[in-house]
């Protein structure tokens, strides 16, 4: 298979999203500099300092893109002509090892700061208004691909259940025990979805059923799939690729 | 029906199931074997996102019950 590079992969996208990607780049770089300049002072073999360093770095890079997001700025949407067909699948995990989950006794659990617990069925779900977004999906690897997603707005969802919005952080808990977390400002963005339907159809068990949450403000593996439970907490709660150093942000 | 027409028949209908099968989702992940895709670091292995989201549940749980119960005396 040929390997997808950042410049194959992003041409003839808007240049706007490429100028947009690049500043990414250009900051992210330039914080590594710095990152580079402070590790000048530290004993390289100290793995553990070192880590402590960087993760720290990359935590006050989390709250400079979290000052720098614009809850009100969308994305671009696309017409369905510009669908990536098929749209590629990735996880850390082969595609005949996606995890089934039936949706039959499927409940969506809540914890922490939100005033109604009451586990959520499929049938509930489905029952709430629904919207769609043809948005980009954007991965970490250098990769980009546009698909069709439908569900309830995330802030709608959200202010239903009593979610504390005051507070800093949303957890999700994946069956596939993948987790990850994001901030409020995003989980509030009119273009956050917890999406049930992709192409307009259930969304089969290699895009995430029976949910995903999809925010085209993020890079796409902040975007969980098999989503059982979820928390909201003012503890910032991480989450599996962030833990092992990758910006836990992630966002424009 | 032959039976040889029958045996060719059963032959088709069991290559096909088979080879559906093996691109069906649903299989058990092999904990063991290397992550997929190109964000894993050297030596990552697919049960090493289990691990982690059981350290991370005993670590979470009460810090989300003691914010619950806070939040509830408000």
Do not use: F, S
């Given at each position: 298979m040929k390997k997808r590079t950042m410049e194959t992969s992003l041409a003839g996208h808007s240049p706007r999203l490429i100028r947009s990607i690049e500043r990414r780049l250009f900051l992210r770089q330039g914080l590594s500099l710095g990152a580079l300049a402070l590790l000048?002072?530290?004993?390289?073999?100290d793995d553990e300092g070192v880590q402590r360093l960087l993760m720290a770095m990359s935590r006050w890079n989390d709250r400079a893109q979290g000052w720098l997001f614009n809850p009100n700025r969308l994305a671009p949407e696309y017409p369905e002509s510009a669908i990536t067909k098929p749209f590629p699948f990735n996880a850390f995990y082969s595609e005949e090892e996606v995890t089934l989950v039936d949706g039959k006794d499927y409940k969506l659990e809540l914890e922490g700061l939100i005033r109604e617990k009451k586990p959520w069925t499929l049938p509930e779900l489905y029952g709430l208004p629904q919207t769609s977004q043809i948005t980009r999906h954007i991965c970490v690897e250098g990769w980009s691909a546009i698909g069709k997603w439908s569900g309830v707005r995330f802030s709608d969802f959200l202010a239903r259940v009593g979610a504390?919005?005051?507070?800093?952080y949303i957890g999700f808990e994946c069956a596939d025990d993948y987790t990850t977390s994001i901030d409020m400002a995003t989980a509030l963005h009119p273009q956050t979805l917890l999406t049930f339907r992709f192409a307009d159809q259930i969304l089969p068990p290699k895009y995430g059923f029976p949910m995903k949450l999809r925010m085209p403000t993020k890079l796409g593996f902040k975007n969980p799939k098999h989503i059982m439970s979820m928390f909201v907490s003012n503890e910032y709660p991480g989450g599996y690729w962030e833990d092992q150093g990758y910006n836990w942000f992630s966002g424009s | 029906m032959k039976p040889l027409e029958a045996i060719a028949l059963a032959a088709i209908l069991a290559a096909g199931t088979g080879a559906w099968a093996a691109d069906a989702p649903g299989k058990p992940m092999k904990m063991d074997e290397p992550m997929h895709g190109e964000m894993k670091k050297k030596g990552m292995k697919k049960g090493d996102v289990k691990k982690a989201a059981k350290k991370r549940e005993s670590e979470i749980k009460p810090i989300l019950e003691r914010e619950a119960a806070g939040s509830a005396k408000k």
């Open positions: 000048a002072g530290c004993e390289l073999t504390d919005t005051t507070a800093k | -």
